[in-house]
């Protein structure tokens, strides 16, 4: 197909030879992909002209400022603004477990022509030209007579599969080399390695006074909720983008999770919160997404203050900064009186482990009801963690703490096990119309041995399966790809017989995307909804959500159930559950066994139901 010679502009890679790379004697790009695109190019009537390379790779500033069509010799992980649809994969290679693949991303102005012509031309090429190809890059002759499709073609193969690793083999040595030496993570940041070596200078130098460590928490899961995932990404590289303008040369930025983080130097340490307010307050009034103010803030540390070990120090930052965000601040200063709750949730989490083994973690269970006749229908297993120090602690003092620093799968497979338990001794007494839900974070559930471990733990037990419900919390954004495994593992444990609700229903980006995509059982309705439905408008979303829900076979159960009014309206929608201290608080184990053993289980009047024992601090 001829297109009239139309121009197509393309970024390079200048270093990686020999897919490809730049020549600086001939001002050209050469290697095995540029002679792809030169016959591509004339083969469908394109004149196709690459950007000249400046003194680093322009790949990342090309395609953001949506300069180019086509971003070239890409790498697996390589990711790039404006990019349209899934990458053209070129070449693919798997040698001791690693994986490499070579790909064309298409940019969103690029013609939509020019883009099925390349995946059809793409899609022609065999592995075995662009082997050819390669061997012809670093100067040797590919052989023309083929052999068996399944081996490689031509005399001396041994030695061309050896050549092959080795080209291979160079290409990932230097794409080491590259990031050791660049350093750079996603955004364009510095790894936190480098982060961590700076800082060990910095404490350990005469002039640590001048330096601060600065933590700018973005709430990502809170944007990625109300948005979804893409909407906090741009959040994440908008606020990196920021920090480097107004950074000075010399300076190391990295990240850390959802924070941004940089080891800032100020002749008068004083002018560091000064400059981070500045930065928080361009994040928040120029991003493409509406902010609340709590959900970008800063947290400083001074290095005359602080401890000489970084991760003692990027615990509290972080942790200021969380408090900041919570608070309403644009910052806050780390190593003050206001720093008291930092040092107790880095207490926590050094106790966190030798908490399970010690079994300092007890079970309590709040009841849900039937909507309609008010008898107790099954329960929902939480946590409480009777601290030797700390005394007992409510679930918001420690749930959110494990939640950040990834230590949350520990404690949901430990309430997995207390709940199966609980589960197991009720059908010993011949009781099996009671269902107990046990709550897992959305990051614990898109792990991919979480399917294998839940059948692990849950074939040690002989209840009924489907009283067994894992109760998803609304908690965490996840990539695309935890998304899938995500799902993946929603139906592996259904197709094992447990059951699967979404907790925390309605007010989250992904609980639509959720229930068109994701296979579930049931829907629990945030309280906020509960909370809001006495209003025109609230009661219509509401209703709206409950008739989809039951359409699509879904139980549907209610949260924060306080008031007569409210139990008035979802029982004229329908609703099926209800949880809430109207009807019960969360019982300990024992007292929550022994109602449910002596049948009683009505809660129309509630019965004085109370929490043995238990100051909720």
């Avoid at 996603?186 to 005469?206: C, F, I």
């Amino acid at each position: 197909m001829q297109t009239d010679g139309k121009i197509i502009y393309a970024a390079g890679n200048p270093d990686l030879y020999p897919i490809e790379y730049y020549d600086a004697e001939s001002q050209t790009y050469q290697g095995a992909i540029p002679e792809f695109l030169d016959t591509f190019a004339q083969e469908y009537g394109y004149d196709l002209r690459y950007f000249q390379p400046g003194e680093e790779d322009r790949r990342v500033e090309l395609a953001k400022n949506q300069q180019v069509d086509l971003i070239s010799g890409s790498e697996a992980g390589d990711w790039y603004d404006h990019t349209d649809r899934e990458p053209v994969l070129l070449f693919d290679s798997e040698t001791d477990d690693e994986e490499e693949a070579y790909a064309l991303f298409l940019t969103q102005v690029s013609p939509s022509q020019f883009q099925e012509d390349l995946r059809e031309y793409a899609a022609r090429v065999s592995q075995e030209e662009w082997t050819g190809a390669i061997l012809q890059s670093v100067g040797e002759e590919a052989p023309q007579q083929q052999m068996h499709p399944g081996l490689l073609w031509g005399a001396g193969a041994a030695f061309l599969v050896l050549l092959i690793a080795l080209i291979l083999a160079l290409l990932r040595l230097r794409k080491r080399k590259r990031t050791a030496v660049q350093n750079r993570s996603e955004g364009g940041l510095d790894s936190l390695d480098t982060l961590k070596e700076a800082y060990a200078n910095a404490a350990a130098s005469p002039i640590r006074s001048g330096y601060s460590l600065v933590c700018i928490h973005l709430d990502l899961d809170h944007i990625g909720r109300l948005w979804g995932y893409e909407r906090a990404r741009e959040l994440f590289f908008h606020g990196a983008q920021i920090l480097r303008k107004e950074s000075e040369a010399g300076e190391i930025l990295a990240n850390c999770g959802e924070d941004l983080l940089i080891l800032k130097r100020t002749a008068e340490p004083g002018k560091t919160a000064q400059w981070t307010d500045g930065v928080v307050q361009q994040i928040r009034t120029t991003s493409a997404v509406g902010l609340r103010p709590q959900d970008v803030a800063a947290g400083v540390y001074p290095l005359a203050a602080a401890s000489r070990d970084f991760d003692d120090t990027l615990f509290h930052v972080r942790q200021c900064a969380r408090a900041a965000c919570r608070e309403d601040q644009a910052s806050r200063l780390c190593g003050t009186d206001q720093c008291r709750f930092c040092q107790e949730r880095w207490s926590l989490l050094e106790d966190f482990f030798h908490a399970l083994e010690r079994k300092e973690f007890q079970l309590s269970i709040q009841f849900f009801v039937d909507a309609f006749t008010f008898q107790i229908v099954g329960g929902e297993a939480l946590s409480r963690w009777y601290h030797p120090k700390f005394g007992l602690l409510n679930p918001t003092r420690y749930i959110p703490l494990l939640e950040e620093t990834g230590q949350i799968k520990a404690l949901d497979f430990y309430g997995m096990e207390k709940a199966c338990a609980f589960l197991e001794e009720l059908a010993g007494h011949k009781v099996q119309d009671f269902f107990l839900s046990c709550n897992f974070a959305r990051r614990t559930v898109s792990a991919p041995d979480f399917a294998q471990r839940c059948a692990q733990v849950i074939q040690q037990y002989t209840f009924p399966r489907k009283l067994l419900i894992l109760e998803v919390t609304e908690s965490q954004q996840m990539s695309s790809s935890e998304t899938e495994q995500f799902y993946c593992n929603i139906q592996a444990v259904r197709a094992n017989g447990m059951r699967v609700i979404f907790d925390d229903f309605g007010v989250g980006f992904s609980s639509f995307h959720d229930l068109q995509n994701c296979p579930m059982d049931g829907l629990k309705l945030d309280k906020e909804l509960v909370d809001n439905m006495q209003t025109e408008k609230g009661e219509a979303i509401l209703n709206a959500l409950v008739q989809a829900g039951h359409r699509m076979g879904l139980t549907i159960l209610a949260e924060g159930v306080e008031q007569e009014e409210q139990i008035a309206i979802l029982q004229k929608l329908h609703c099926d559950a209800f949880q809430g201290f109207r009807f019960a608080v969360p019982l300990p184990e024992l007292e929550a066994r022994k109602r449910i053993l002596q049948g009683k289980r009505s809660l129309k009047d509630r019965d004085n139901i109370r929490e043995e024992n238990c100051h909720v601090e």
